[in-house]
């Protein structure tokens, strides 16, 4: 069973990994913009940021409920979410502009991220690229995030053009 288990997280960093590269291979994919966008070209990809806090549980953001702030789109659940997020977005903004937090800590590099896999630390919102990856976050929470802000925002000028 611990073959298995080693097995299946050496596949989510490799994905993880194959994730960096497309990331900072692409400027279309936002290699240098502060907020991290998926293909669906919404921050969060979709998922209202405010619901992190209020209901404790992603929840996904709606098409009448979006918004614009600092070059990116997002959505909200309610007509509320969006208000609250307008008067103070960086107080519901994922850290990182919603990039991987382990990879912005760990590895100096910007990776794409996954919603579902987020922690509220210190009131604010931490986003991974998945559960393995998440799990190996969590091991370290303060020293990630220590390294994360030392790292960040100077990695967006790093691999702007990458």
């Known amino acids: 069973m611990p073959i298995t288990s080693i097995h299946l997280q050496r596949r989510s ?14 400027p ?34 709606d098409a009448r409920f979006e918004g614009i702030w600092q070059g990116a789109r997002w959505r909200f659940s309610t007509q509320d979410h969006l208000n609250r997020f307008l008067a103070e977005p960086a107080r519901f903004a994922p850290q990182y502009g ?21 922690r509220i630390v210190g009131g604010k919102l931490y986003v991974n690229f998945d559960a393995s990856v998440q799990a190996q976050w969590v091991r370290d929470i303060p020293g990630f995030i220590l390294a994360a802000d030392r790292n960040w925002p100077a990695i967006l000028t790093r691999c702007a053009g990458c």
């Open 98 to 118: 919603g990039y991987c937090a382990w990879a912005v800590g760990a590895r100096n590099a910007l990776a794409a991220s996954d919603a579902r896999y987020w």
């Open 28 to 61: 279309a994919q936002a290699a240098s913009s502060a907020i991290f966008t998926p293909i669906s070209g919404l921050a969060l990809d979709g998922y209202d940021t405010v619901a992190f806090f209020t209901q404790g549980r992603p929840a996904r953001g």
């Open 13 to 26: 960093l490799a994905a993880m990994v194959a994730g960096v590269a497309i990331i900072t291979g692409s």
